[in-house]
C-alpha cells in the first residue's frame, strides 16, 4: 500500500483526499519509481480545485512531474536504483502523477537525474524551471547579445517566470519581471536578478499592433493581451519565447510584428522536446542556477498540504516554486 492525493468526483465536483494505492491499481508503464518529491504548480492547481478541466478521467493521482528512484524496470536503460526526473508526457492529467509515493510509467517519459542534482533539487526546477531553460535557450540560440536592452519575463513571480528571471540574470542580461503583485514580490524578484519590475496591468490593456522598441526579447507565461502587447514593443530581430499561457491562447494582435520588426514567435513546449534538448537543458541549469536560487524561490509542503496551497495557487497567493515532499 502507498500513500497517496486521490482526485475523484462527485455530482460534477472534484474531490481530494490523502488515501491509499496498490501496485495493482498503479496504471500501465514499464518502469516504477518510488517518488521521493513531486511539486506543485499552477495546472495542478487546476486540476485539484476543479477550477479547470484538466482531468477527464477519475479517480486521478495528481502532479504533473516526479523525481526519485528506479524500483523495477523492464527497460534496459534503467536499472534498479536508478536516480530519475518525469516531468510532463500527461501525468496528473491523463497518467497518474506524482502526488503518490510510487508511479508507474513508460521508460521514454523519464531523464536521467543530471551530475550535481538530487531529487529535491529537480523538482525545486519542475517543470517548470526546465520549461524556463528551454526559453531560455531558444533566446541564446536566436544570438540576442546581452547589451542590446532589458529582457521582458512575464508571470515573472510563478515557477517559468521566476526560473526565467534568475537564468537570464545569471548570464549578464538586463531583465524587467511584469508581475501581478508587484508591491508583494518585488524583493523577491529583485533578489532572483531583476534589474526593474513592473505591474502586469501595464501590459495586459489594449495595444497598438506597434509600440515603442522596448524588449530585446520576451519570455512569456501569460499569453492573450499581454503577449500582445510584448510583442509591440519587441526590438527590430527580437524573439518571444512563449508558454504555459495562463491568460488564455488568444492573441489579438497584427502580423506587423513579424513583418516590420522581424519578430519571432517561438513556441516551447517542454513534453515534446527531444531527449537529448531536454537533458541539455538540465546540465544548463545545474551550471547556472546557484544554490541561493533553491532558498529564495522554494517553498517546502508535505502531502497533506497540497489542498490548500492548490486553492492558494488559484488566488494568485503562492510565489515562486512550491516543493511536495512525499
Known sequence: MYTALILEQHDGKTQASIGNITDAQLPAGNVTVKVSHSSLNYKDGLAITGTGKIIRQFPMVPGIDFAGEV??????????GDKVILTGWGVGETHW???????RVDADWLVPMPANCDAAKAMMIGT???TAMLCVQAILDANIPTDTGEILVTGASGGVGSTAVRLLSQLGYQVCASSGRVEQNHQLLT???ATSVIERAELDRPAKPLEKQRWAAVVDSVG????????????YGGVAAICGLAGGAA??????????????LLGIDSVNCPLPRRQQAWQSLMQLLPDSFYQQACTTIELAQVPEYAARIIKGEVTGRTLVKL
Open 71 to 80: 524500483l523495477s524496470s523492464a527497460d534496459k536503460r534503467y536499472q534498479v
Open 97 to 103: 502523477g506524482g502526488m503518490a509515493e510510487v508511479a
Open 128 to 130: 517548470a524551471g526546465l
Open 191 to 193: 533578489q532572483l536578478g
Open 224 to 235: 492573450n493581451q499581454v503577449l500582445a502587447t510584448a510583442l509591440s514593443q519587441i526590438h
Open 251 to 264: 492573441l489579438p494582435t497584427t502580423v506587423m510584428p513579424f513583418i516590420l520588426r522581424g519578430v519571432n
